[in-house]
Each structure stands twice: as C-alpha cells, then as structure tokens.
C-alpha cells in the first residue's frame, strides 16, 4: 500500500470521526425534574424544558439544574457540624435539623447567573441564615417549654427560616429532627417531673379522701334529716293526739253540764250487773238509792 493511500484513509477516518461527533454533539436530552441552561460561547441562550433538544456543535453548550426537592442537613452523622443552641433558660441543646427546599422552573437563569450551580445556591442561602435563624427561635424558649410546645416551636422555626431565607430558592419545610439536651439537664427534668408526678398522686389521693367525706358528710346529713323528720312526724302525732283528747274532754264536759243524770247514765252502762264482794261501813250499794215514799 502506497504513502498516498494511507493519507487518504487517515484523512476520511478522521473527517468520519468528526462527523460522528458532531453528529452526537448535536443532540442532548433533559430529564423530567430538571432544566437546562443553553450557552452560545458561554453566553445564556435560553432555557431547555424536558425532552430532546438539539444545539450547533462546539460553540453551544448544555448546564442541567435540578428543580426537584433538595434536602440539607445539620447533625446527621457524616452532614454538617452539629447544630449547637440555648435555650432561653441557657440550656446547651444539640439539634438535628433538616431543611427542604426546590429551585422553581422560572428562577433557573437566575440561579445560573448568580450561583452557577445548586451548591453554591445552598451554600449562599441557606446554610448561611437558616442555622442562625434556628437559635434565634430557640433562645426565645427556655428549655422545659420547648419540649412540651414542640410543634408550635417547629412551627415558627419553619416560618422564620422561610421568611429568612433570600434568593431564587423556595424553602419548602424545617424539621426539628431531635433536640438533645446535656445529660445532667436531662437527669435534673426526670427528677423533677417524678417529683411532679408524686405531688399529683397525693392531690388526687387527697382529692378522693375529700370526696369521701363529703360523701360522709352528706350522708349523716341524711340520716339527721330523715331523724328529724320521724321527731317532728311524731311530735305532730302527739300533738294532734292531744288536742283530740282536749276536744273531747271539753265535748264531754259541756255535755255533762248541760245533764246531769249523764254520769249515772255511763255509770249504768258500764256496770256488769254483778254486787262488790265486800262494802266498807260507810258505801253504799252502787246504783241502789233509797226509795222515797
């Protein structure tokens, strides 16, 4: 083979070598989720929407953003350095925080322009306000009321960071994943809170033992109630009887009064028809009187 053919074999490989790649350099594809930034010489061209895109070989290139959910973190193990606080009452708490956020479609020039990629947006935004912001809402709870308003804690860190937060970002949600407080704190809240415990269950057990006595209370209460009831039921009774008997006694008095022969009428009624067994001198013989001539 000649010098000459050589040449021109070497020549159409590498003419066929730069057509491949400027065939496959025309093409590129961006996925769901994300957005490409179109340079022309490094300039901004446009933004490329999901899908097949086409671009002039060598003098056009392609950056994907990512406008899905990205999550950072604080105090993971193997993540950034432990988020440390405290607390109103200057109790020292370890916090493990996790902050979500997304790049929204229209904001993907800025983001480029200003950032270059979605670290250096991170790294700008919210890794320099979002931990700052945290402690500052922690430092206004002291640490007993922190644990027990935990979600209205969370709330309002979740708010100030959004608000805190500035650039083409959206912060979707904080999350207080953990607070850890000093090992003594936590020995010191146990103590107290069985202290409380204990306090409550005397509070109830004298609460019950005043129910009871009121319960006693009421029912003697009762019992004098219904014994008064039954005195004044008898008393009534004694009364009524009595004035009865005076009526009665008076009914009888007028009558014997008004006739004089009514004793010796009751008398006659009431004697059985039998002579006393044995008189004294001076009786006389019941309901026998002398005759007149």
């Known amino acids: 083979m000649n010098m000459g053919?050589?040449?021109?074999?070497?020549?159409?490989?590498?003419?066929?070598?730069?057509g491949t790649l400027t065939l496959f350099g025309s093409f590129y594809t961006v996925d769901q989720g994300q957005r490409g930034v179109l340079l022309t010489n490094g300039a901004f061209t446009s933004i490329a929407e999901p899908g097949l895109h086409f671009k002039a070989p060598f003098f056009q290139s392609v950056v994907k953003l990512s406008t899905q959910q990205q999550t950072t973190y604080w105090g993971f193990k193997d993540t950034?350095?432990?988020?440390?606080?405290?607390?109103?009452?200057?109790q020292a708490a370890d916090m493990r925080v996790s902050v979500t956020y997304h790049v929204s479609p229209d904001q993907v020039e800025d983001v480029y322009a200003q950032y270059g990629s979605l670290e250096v947006l991170e790294?700008?935004?919210?890794?320099?306000?979002?931990p700052q912001t945290i402690k500052t809402v922690f430092g206004q709870y002291d640490a007993v009321s922190v644990i027990q308003s935990r979600n209205k804690f969370n709330s309002e860190v979740s708010r100030a960071v959004i608000e805190a937060v500035r650039g083409p970002i959206v912060v979707d949600s904080v999350q207080i994943e953990n607070i850890d407080f000093s090992d003594a704190y936590e020995q010191a809240v146990e103590a107290r809170m069985t202290a409380q415990v204990e306090v409550q269950k005397q509070e109830q057990t004298l609460q019950q033992e005043k129910i009871k006595a009121d319960i006693a209370v009421t029912q003697a209460k009762g019992r004098a109630d219904s014994v008064k009831a039954e005195?004044?039921?008898?008393?009534?009774?004694?009364?009524?009887?009595g004035e009865a008997q005076a009526e009665a006694i008076q009914a009888r008095a007028a009558a014997l009064?008004?006739?004089?022969?009514?004793?010796?009428l009751t008398k006659a009624e009431r004697w059985d028809g039998k002579l006393p067994t044995s008189m004294l001198p001076s009786g006389t013989v019941p309901f026998l009187e002398v005759g007149r001539p």
Do not use: C, H, W
Not at 5 to 18: C, Y
Not at 123 to 130: D, G, K, L
Not at 257 to 264: F, M
């Open 231 to 241: 005195a004044d039921a008898e008393a009534y009774k004694v009364k009524a009887e």
């Open 5 to 18: 053919r050589v040449i021109t074999i070497g020549i159409a490989a590498f003419v066929g070598l730069i």
């Open 80 to 90: 950034r350095d432990v988020m440390q606080a405290y607390s109103k009452d200057q």
């Open 257 to 264: 009064g008004s006739n004089p022969t009514l004793v010796e």
């Open 123 to 130: 790294e700008r935004t919210v890794a320099r306000t979002a």
